[in-house]
């Protein structure tokens, strides 16, 4: 058996996890509540998942790129606007978006409605951005563009010069 197929297959040490809900990590960041429904933990790290809901008239952060993760965004409920580079995505609820290393991007919600998106991180490696970002402002501290920008860096992403964000 080719070590490929080894790796492949189900590991029986493997638990199985369930985030009921109300369940999961919640993650407040101004006017966006986030609910971390697996951070990589359960999955080798390989894959994390969280819930967000965008407040109406909600800004999302500078425009950015990552530089080892995907990030995949799924519109549960209400319309997001996705800014890719110079191109804006209006997505209604069921669009899926998937962004790869090294692509420009931001979203916002710009309706008089809450907008509800189920995150992907592939790896798992930017869930702790959100915590970082979390306990900044919990200490009290603004949180300013550089402090944004030193927690991104963090975690293989920068923002997107070059490109206007909204």
Do not use: C
């Not at 490929?4 to 369940?23: H, I, W």
């Not at 909600?58 to 950015?64: C, N």
């Not at 069921?94 to 995150?119: E, K, R, Y």
């Not at 798992?124 to 603004?142: C, I, K, M, S, T």
């Amino acid at each position: 058996m080719t070590e490929e197929a080894k790796t492949s297959e189900p590991q029986a040490d493997l638990a199985v996890t369930v985030v009921r809900p109300g369940e999961g990590e919640m993650i407040a960041l101004g006017p966006t509540r986030m609910r971390i429904l697996e951070d990589g933990s359960h999955t080798g790290h390989r894959l994390a998942i969280a819930e967000s809901v965008l407040a109406p008239h909600t800004e999302g952060p500078p425009q950015h790129r990552h530089g080892r993760h995907d990030e995949g965004f799924y519109v549960l409920s209400g319309t997001v606007r996705f800014t890719v580079g110079d191109e804006d995505y209006v997505a209604a609820t069921g669009t899926l978006v998937m962004v790869p290393p090294g692509t420009p991007h931001t979203f916002a919600n710009l309706t008089d409605q809450p907008a509800v998106i189920l995150s992907t991180f592939t790896p798992d490696l930017y869930v702790q951005y959100f915590r970082d970002l979390q306990e900044v402002l919990a200490g009290g501290r603004p949180l300013t563009p550089q402090a944004n920008i030193d927690a991104m860096s963090r975690y293989a992403t920068e923002p997107a010069t070059g490109h206007a964000s909204p």
